[in-house]
C-alpha cells in the first residue's frame, strides 16, 4: 500500500554535504539522493518501502547565527529542487489536491518548512516560500523564535502578535500550520486561530512522557479541528529501552481510543533521528511497519493510516 510521510530532514543532510565539498577542487559530493545508505529516505529505499509522497523540510539548527539563517534555507530549497525532483519518475506536489493526480509509477515530493527562524520577522520571506512550493509550516523547533515557543523553552508564552501574522498568511495560503514542536500555549493559539492544523511527527504523551508528544487533550482537539496526528519513529518519543514496532503500535492505540481513528498518518522523521526502532530504520523498512499494523488493526484501518486519512483530510 501506499505511504504518505509527513516529515523527514533529507534535506539538511543534503544541504549540508553540498557545503563540506564546495570549493574543494576535485572532490566529489558524497552522498547522492537515489541511494547514498546515509540517506534513510533515498529514492531506492522510498519506492522499496511504496513511500508515495515523502514531506521534505527545511530546518535550520538554532545555532546558526541569524543573519546566515535565510541562506542556509535557501540552500535546502536549492537541493530539493536540484537533487530530489529530478530524480525520474519525481513529481513537485505544488497543492496537496495533486497528490490525487500521481501516477501509478510516479512519487511525489512535498517542502515544507519546520520552524520560522529563516524568515527572522520578514513575512515577505514567508510569502517567498509559499511561492517556491512549501506547503507545511512549522512555526517553532524545540527553542524559541520571533513567532512563537517550541516545546524546549522555558518562557511558556503563546503566539507573538508576528506569529498570529504568519498563521493569518498560513490561511491566506491554505498552507498547513504544524504544531509537532509547539509547547501548550502555542498549540492552543494555532487551535483557535489556524484553518489547516495537524502535527507532522509527534506521539502519545500518556504513552511516553517526552515534551514532544501531545496530551491527550490536544489530540482530541486536533480531532475536532479536522486536523491530524502523524506517528513519529523517533524512540525518545516512543519510548524506554530497546524499541521494537510493537512499542509504536502502543501510541496508536491510544490516538484511536480518543476517536482520532480518522486521523492518524505516518511522519517518520528519518533522517533527523540518531538511533532506531528495530526493524524500521528507513524508508525501505515501511513494510515491516504496515504489516504490523495490518495484523493488529486490519487491512482498512492499514489503507487509512498509511494515505487515506491524510488524502480525506487535506487533499479534497
Avoid at 498549540?187 to 491527550?216: C, Q, W
Avoid at 495490518?294 to 487535506?314: H, P
Wanted: hydrophobic letters at 40%; proline letters at 2%; one cysteine or more.
Amino acid at each position: 500500500m501506499n505511504i504518505i510521510d509527513t516529515h523527514c530532514d533529507a534535506l539538511l543532510k543534503l544541504q549540508s554535504d553540498q557545503r563540506s565539498t564546495h570549493g574543494n577542487y576535485g572532490r566529489k559530493r558524497n552522498l547522492n539522493y537515489l541511494d547514498s545508505k546515509e540517506i534513510d529516505t533515498n529514492m531506492k529505499r522510498r519506492i522499496e518501502g511504496n513511500v508515495k509522497v515523502q514531506f521534505y523540510a527545511i530546518f535550520i539548527s538554532p545555532t546558526i547565527p541569524d543573519n546566515e539563517k535565510w541562506q542556509h534555507a535557501l540552500e535546502q530549497v536549492d537541493a530539493f529542487y536540484n537533487e530530489v525532483l529530478t530524480m525520474d519518475k519525481m513529481v513537485h506536489i505544488k497543492k496537496l489536491s495533486d497528490i490525487n493526480n500521481l501516477k501509478e509509477d510516479e512519487y511525489g515530493a512535498v517542502l515544507t518548512l519546520e520552524g520560522a527562524d529563516a524568515i527572522g520577522n520578514d513575512l515577505m520571506k514567508l510569502r517567498t516560500l509559499f511561492r517556491l512550493g512549501v506547503l507545511s509550516v512549522g512555526l517553532v523547533w524545540n527553542n524559541a523564535n520571533l513567532v512563537a515557543d517550541g516545546v524546549g523553552e522555558t518562557r511558556g508564552t503563546g503566539l507573538s502578535k508576528l506569529g498570529n501574522q504568519v498563521v493569518e498568511e498560513c490561511n491566506k495560503h491554505d498552507v498547513l500550520i504544524d504544531v509537532s514542536h509547539l509547547n501548550v500555549h502555542g498549540f492552543e493559539d494555532v487551535i483557535e486561530k489556524g484553518k489547516h492544523v495537524f502535527a507532522s511527527h509527534s506521539n502519545s504523551r500518556t504513552i511516553m512522557d517526552h515534551p514532544r508528544n501531545l496530551y491527550d487533550e490536544q489530540i482530541i482537539k486536533l480531532v475536532q479541528k479536522g486536523g491530524m496526528v502523524n506517528i513519529v519513529f523517533c524512540p525518545a518519543f516512543v519510548g524506554e529501552g530497546n524499541l521494537v514496532i510493537d512499542d509504536l503500535l502502543t501510541h496508536i492505540d491510544k490516538i484511536r481510543e480518543l476517536g482520532a481513528e480518522k486521523h492518524i498518518g505516518l511522519g517518520s522523521d528519518f533522517d533527523g533521528i540518531p538511533n532506531f526502532v528495530a526493524d524500521l530504520e528507513d524508508s525501505g523498512d515501511y513494510p515491516n511497519l504496515m504489516s504490523a499494523i495490518e495484523v493488529r488493526y486490519g487491512k482498512d484501518f492499514a489503507e487509512d493510516i498509511a494515505s487515506r486519512n491524510f488524502i480525506n483530510n487535506f487533499c479534497s
